[in-house]
């Protein structure tokens, strides 16, 4: 299956999502925290089919981290909203963090050969 970076400021928030991950077959890469997040994009550039960002993570820092990551990891990236919190717009896919469904078929659209989820109610990015 696929290599998915996950990133997130809580480290509970981060293994829990590392577990579900990996339960559906992905191997998982995590880092809590900007400083973690770009050692591990710089030592392994290109190693990742989907960069995960958690809704821990403050709005502005998520744009950040994706610019700056984007820089050596090639890869979608899904940004997991908390409530009423805008979509991120360098993301590839904002969804909220609450619907568990919601997530599982956003990673599942964004990996590259598969297919996306039906009836999948995960926000579009518009304009790119």
Known sequence: ??????????PTLLRT???????????VASAEGFA??????????????????GHSIPHQ????????CLQSCHCPV???????????EEASRSVDAS??????????????GQSPGKGSRARRQHGG
């Open 1 to 10: 299956m696929a290599r998915i970076f996950s990133i997130s400021y809580d």
């Open 17 to 27: 999502r590392e577990l579900l991950l990996e339960q559906m077959g992905h191997t």
């Open 36 to 53: 973690e997040a770009f050692a591990i994009c710089e030592r392994e550039p290109g190693g990742f089919d989907l960069m995960v960002l």
């Open 61 to 68: 820092d998520k744009r950040a981290i994706i610019r700056r």
């Open 78 to 88: 899904l940004a997991l909203t908390r409530v009423n919190e805008e979509l991120v």
């Open 99 to 112: 619907d568990t469904r919601e997530f599982v078929a956003a990673v599942e659209e964004l990996l590259p």
